[in-house]
T-cell receptor, first 115, second 114 residues
Framework: DQQVKQNSPSLSVQEGRISILNCDYT??????FLWYKKYPAEGPTFLISISSIKDKNEDGRFTVFLNKSAKHLSLHIVPSQPGDSAVYFC??????????????FGQGTILTVHP | SAVISQKPSRDICQRGTSLTIQCQVD?????MFWYRQQPGQSLTLIATANQGSEATYESGFVIDKFPISRPNLTFSTLTVSNMSPEDSSIYLC???????????FGPGTRLTVL
């Protein structure tokens, strides 16, 4: 039972354009959502998070949108840069906010940004 | 934030042997976790490493196969026992920092079992 799904295995974008990565979840108990970036041979690096009480969170070039009714979130990267090329994981937590606890991850989306 | 190191960074092991992976954090943390990423797959939580008590294992993972130690608030080990090729994965430790903005991950240990 895949509770967090990233249905696009890969995404290819031109430098300077917008990258939109999508994530769907099924567990309504999830109350925190995180996006991680992962390069080969490295651990996941945190990008941005959002609480279930919000519908948008912005940090520089990265914006995460949450649609609770649709159980859907998306990560927007504007403008995209070649250095953004990596695997992006969506993760969810139902720990209640004092800590993140167990994270449930999606399958990941390989983003390639072409110069 | 937290700086996490893991040893070894990679290893190639023979079937039937065991490997112990170490995770060291540069500050005291309450929550430490061990994840596995099988080839082409997502990250899956193996267990929560509890300081001073037995680890809490997720469904599908057992202590005999993945014994975990947590002797203090900055260190943990995960042993992969009686290995088979199906255990070939990246093993990652992670930590929660109280009041922190995320869960931090170590660089991972890439294990290949022949």
């Amino acid at each position: 039972d895949q509770q967090v799904k990233q249905n696009s295995p890969s995404l290819s974008v031109q430098e300077g354009r917008i990258s939109i990565l999508n994530c769907d979840y099924t567990n309504s108990m999830f109350d925190y959502f995180l996006w991680y970036k992962k390069y080969p041979a490295e651990g996941p690096t945190f990008l941005i998070s959002i609480s279930s009480i919000k519908d948008k969170n912005e940090d520089g070039r990265f914006t995460v949108f949450l649609n609770k009714s649709a159980k859907h979130l998306s990560l927007h990267i504007v403008p995209s840069q070649p250095g953004d090329s990596a695997v992006y994981f969506c993760a969810a937590s139902d720990a209640g906010g004092t800590s993140y606890g167990k994270l449930t991850f999606g399958q990941g989306t390989i983003l390639t940004v072409h110069p | 934030s937290a700086v996490i190191s893991q040893k070894p960074s990679r290893d190639i092991c023979q079937r039937g042997t065991s490997l112990t992976i170490q995770c060291q954090v540069d500050s005291q943390v309450t929550m430490m976790f061990w994840y596995r990423q099988q080839p082409g797959q997502s990250l899956t939580l193996i267990a929560t490493a509890n300081q001073g008590s037995e680890a809490t294992y997720e469904s599908g993972f057992v202590i005999d196969k993945f014994p975990i130690s947590r002797p203090n608030l900055t260190f943990s080990t995960l042993t992969v026992s009686n290995m088979s090729p199906e255990d070939s994965s990246i093993y990652l430790c992670s930590v929660d920092i109280p009041g922190g903005d995320t869960q931090y991950f170590g660089p991972g240990t890439r294990l290949t079992v022949l």
